[in-house]
């Protein structure tokens, strides 16, 4: 009873959690993201398996570290695929490989799950490249996660 | 020819009924001719909101079945002479009602109307898209809670695809002590993330259920509450006029009016 007079005078009943707010605008972005491309995980990572066909023809990309996101921003769906790239085909000698590029692919209404990869690992590297590779793909998370 | 407004949430419960009644009596105070029309069909409730329930003699269907002519079907407000409900039926199974029945319907309505008002039952299924059949522009009606605010999200893409391209939002039941507690999405989160233009914020009010059961509109009360005058300045913004938004912030209480509230209070 003392107790809670207290808490009602000073008002220690408000507030009780204050991240509820944060918390549900994060999870409507994820769930809206998701809602607004009609696509089913089947259909996803088909799409997925395809890029990443063509793309191979031209370049060896690192499979591990790519990673297709979705952002939404004024009602427009845009797929955003990071693409790190070991390799330039048939000229191997270059030292191209050091640079990660990344691919833009605006307003593709679609969802990527990346966590079902099921691509298979790349043949090992080195230690030096597998860290430049990495780097990029965790800036990408950053950003889908926003 | 007036304008043809559907009314619509995806979600039940959010206040699209209440926001149609307001909407529509606050128009027709304003002098425009308004036809309410309850596509609600099966579960009618906009003609108890208005107090009209029992003068409902014909509804929608049997002007569609022509069992009736439009005006025997037209109940007038005798408030408010301006304003007329076109009830929807109360059983299901009379005849089967197409979207273009209901376009038809509307299109003939808006000859003689300002505004018609289209009162869309919650989902996304038939009734849904009958509802819409017609309408030009929308008003989206939700609260600032995540399952209203992602069917809110699913109808705009809906109405998208049917070629509406005006939609408008009402932000109903906000609840600004608990916005800034943080534990309320604010009017401007909810617009971040719908990115439609908003047209009116009403704050949560007891005096809703008061005036259903009265079966009188907010807006007719002699003393409007906070509700009714945001409901008031939503449909002056529908109708063009350029209104600010209620200041809502809740009045910080202090340490004496608390603790002068917690002795007189019983628990």
Same mark, same amino acid.
């Given at each position: 009873?003392l107790n809670n007079w207290i808490e009602r005078i000073f008002g220690r009943n408000e507030g009780n959690n204050p991240?509820?707010? !944060?918390?549900?605008?994060?999870?409507?972005?994820?769930?809206? *993201?998701?809602?607004?491309? *009609?696509?089913?995980?089947?259909?996803?990572?088909?799409?997925?398996?395809?890029?990443?066909?063509?793309?191979?023809?031209?370049?060896?990309?690192?499979?591990?570290?790519?990673?297709?996101?979705?952002?939404?921003?004024?009602?427009?769906?845009?797929?955003?695929?990071?693409?790190?790239?070991?390799?330039?085909?048939?000229?191997?000698?270059?030292? $191209?490989?050091?640079?990660?590029?990344? $691919?833009?692919?605006?307003?593709?209404?679609?969802?990527?799950?990346?966590?079902?990869?099921?691509?298979?690992?790349?043949?090992?590297?080195?230690?030096?490249?597998?860290?430049?590779?990495?780097?990029?793909?965790?800036?990408?998370?950053?950003?889908?996660?926003? | 020819?007036?304008?043809?407004?559907?009314?619509?949430? %995806?979600?039940?419960?959010?206040?699209?009924?209440?926001?149609?009644?307001?909407?529509?009596?606050?128009?027709?105070? $304003?002098?425009?001719?308004?036809?309410?029309?309850?596509?609600?069909?099966?579960?009618?409730?906009?003609?108890?909101?208005?107090?009209?329930?029992?003068?409902?003699?014909?509804?929608?269907?049997?002007?569609?079945?022509?069992? #009736?002519?439009? !005006?025997?079907?037209?109940?007038?407000?005798?408030?408010?002479?301006?304003?007329?409900?076109?009830?929807?039926?109360?059983?299901?199974?009379?005849?089967?009602?197409?979207?273009?029945?209901?376009?038809?319907?509307?299109?003939?309505?808006?000859?003689?109307?300002?505004?018609?008002?289209? !009162? #869309?039952?919650? %989902?996304?299924?038939?009734?849904?898209?009958?509802?819409?059949? %017609?309408?030009?522009?929308?008003?989206?009606?939700?609260?600032?809670?995540?399952?209203?605010?992602? !069917?809110?999200?699913?109808?705009?893409?809906?109405?998208?695809?049917?070629?509406?391209?005006?939609?408008?939002?009402?932000?109903?039941?906000?609840?600004?002590?608990?916005?800034?507690?943080?534990?309320?999405?604010?009017?401007?989160?909810?617009?971040?993330?719908?990115?439609?233009?908003?047209?009116?914020?009403?704050?949560?009010?007891?005096?809703?259920?008061?005036?259903?059961?009265?079966?009188?509109?907010?807006?007719?009360?002699?003393?409007?509450?906070? *509700? *009714?005058?945001?409901?008031?300045?939503?449909?002056?913004?529908?109708? %063009?006029?350029?209104?600010?938004?209620?200041?809502?912030?809740?009045?910080?209480?202090?340490? $004496?009016?608390?603790?002068?509230?917690?002795?007189?209070?019983?628990?």
């Open positions: 009873m991240n509820s707010r !944060d918390r549900v605008k994060q999870r409507l972005q994820l769930i809206l *993201a998701h809602d607004r491309v *009609a696509l089913t995980p089947q259909m996803l990572d088909e799409m997925r398996r395809e890029i990443m066909a063509v793309v191979s023809k031209y370049v060896e990309i690192d499979c591990d570290s790519m990673e297709i996101s979705l952002e939404t921003d004024q009602r427009a769906t845009v797929m955003i695929a990071n693409l790190p790239i070991r390799a330039i085909k048939e000229c191997e000698e270059i030292n $191209l490989f050091e640079q990660s590029e990344q $691919l833009e692919i605006a307003n593709i209404d679609s969802v990527i799950d990346l966590e079902q990869s099921e691509i298979e690992s790349q043949p090992e590297k080195t230690e030096e490249k597998e860290s430049q590779t990495l780097e990029v793909s965790s800036q990408t998370s950053q950003r889908s996660l926003q | 020819m007036g304008r043809i407004i559907v009314i619509t949430s %995806g979600k039940g419960g959010v206040g699209k009924t209440t926001s149609s009644a307001n909407l529509g009596m606050a128009l027709a105070r $304003l002098g425009k001719k308004v036809v309410l029309v309850d596509a609600d069909f099966g579960l009618r409730n906009l003609d108890l909101l208005l107090g009209l329930e029992n003068r409902v003699v014909y509804t929608a269907a049997d002007v569609i079945s022509r069992e #009736c002519k439009i !005006d025997q079907a037209l109940v007038k407000d005798k408030r408010q002479p301006n304003l007329s409900l076109l009830a929807a039926p109360q059983t299901r199974n009379k005849i089967l009602i197409t979207a273009n029945h209901m376009k038809q319907l509307v299109e003939f309505l808006a000859k003689s109307n300002d505004y018609v008002l289209v !009162d #869309c039952p919650a %989902g996304i299924e038939t009734g849904f898209q009958n509802a819409i059949a %017609g309408a030009k522009e929308a008003v989206i009606v939700t609260t600032p809670e995540i399952s209203a605010v992602r !069917d809110a999200d699913r109808v705009i893409g809906l109405l998208e695809a049917n070629r509406i391209k005006d939609i408008k939002l009402i932000v109903n039941r906000l609840r600004p002590a608990m916005v800034k507690n943080n534990d309320m999405m604010s009017v401007e989160d909810v617009l971040e993330i719908l990115s439609v233009k908003l047209v009116g914020v009403i704050p949560e009010d007891e005096q809703v259920i008061v005036s259903t059961n009265k079966g009188e509109p907010l807006v007719l009360a002699e003393n409007p509450s906070q *509700a *009714a005058i945001a409901y008031d300045h939503t449909a002056r913004r529908l109708n %063009g006029e350029e209104v600010e938004f209620l200041d809502l912030d809740p009045v910080e209480q202090s340490f $004496l009016s608390r603790m002068w509230r917690s002795l007189t209070s019983k628990k």
